[in-house]
């Protein structure tokens, strides 16, 4: 069973920088492509950045030029470098497969950015 646990969130001001990292099991790692998603109170979950197996990448406009995702294969875990960190960046952050069907969603981290 596919499970995914993610970490790192936490409480910073504008400007400031977080790292997102993700735990994943239940598959085999370095073959699929993953992704990190975020959910704002009262708004859907919208995706903010992806990464194939391979190592390609893609963002949303949002984040592009602020976030950078990565992955390490041999830890099997997804990152999430998040710099010039924004209010409108507050949200629970959550990781899963890069597009559909998606796994069983973790718990997810919360990310508030607030002076």
């Known amino acids: 069973q596919v499970q995914l646990v993610e970490s790192g969130g936490g409480l910073v001001q504008p400007g400031g920088s977080l790292r997102l990292s993700c735990a994943v099991s239940?598959?085999?790692?370095?073959?699929?492509?993953m992704g990190w998603y975020r959910q704002a109170p009262g708004k859907q979950r919208e995706v903010v950045a992806t990464?194939?197996?391979?190592?390609?990448?893609n963002y949303a406009d949002s984040v592009k030029g602020r976030f950078i995702i990565s992955r390490d294969n041999a830890k099997m875990t997804v990152s999430l470098q998040m710099n010039s960190l924004k209010p409108e960046d507050t949200a629970v952050y959550y990781c899963?497969?890069?597009?559909?069907?998606?796994?069983?969603w973790g718990q997810g981290t919360q990310v508030t950015v607030s002076s």
């Open positions: 990464i194939t197996g391979g190592g390609s990448t």
């Open positions: 899963n497969s890069r597009s559909a069907p998606f796994y069983p």
């Open positions: 239940g598959i085999i790692f370095r073959m699929y492509g």
